[in-house]
């Protein structure tokens, strides 16, 4: 039975050099956000780009730099939607930002964790969940168990890169 918030969805398919992460991306309930992040997809914006954050127990970061740590061009900031009543819990996708609410536009992270201080709050606008991991967790809890160093002024960067070789939409 498909849960409501997830009725309207798309399906993607993340392909990397260590495997496969699918993900159900919400349109329904993250629609600008939804729409970004397929937008880029459809570009082949994220082909080639890498996972430049690994925090084992919090999050895995990816979609905004090449393996040689060069930020790639994006497209305008969006709108934060995170008060869409989806939950930054193990295995859903969200848009990273600034400290600006309204920051987000290509980088993306996967929840390794129930991370409920990423949701809207009374002292935070949120982190948008737009797409949970469907099929991949193994790979996901892979690339979080890397190994990582220090890329001035970067943190947390994998010692060999995690690349997304492919990103493509499937329905």
Known sequence: ???????????????????????????????????????????????????HRVIPGFVIQGGGFNPSMEQKQTHAPIENEASNGLANNRYTVSMARTNDPN?????????????????PSAYSSGYAVFAKVVSGSAVVDEIAAVPTTTAYPHQDVPVVAVIITQAEVLS
């Open 103 to 119: 920051s987000a536009t290509s980088q993306f992270f996967i929840n390794l964790s129930d991370n409920k201080m990423l949701d």
């Open 1 to 51: 039975l498909v849960h409501p918030a997830w009725a309207k969805n798309h399906k993607v398919m993340l392909h990397t050099n260590k495997g496969d992460i699918e993900l159900e991306v919400n349109a329904d309930r993250a629609p600008k956000t939804a729409e970004n992040f397929l937008s880029y997809v459809r570009e082949g914006f994220y082909d080639g780009t890498i996972i």
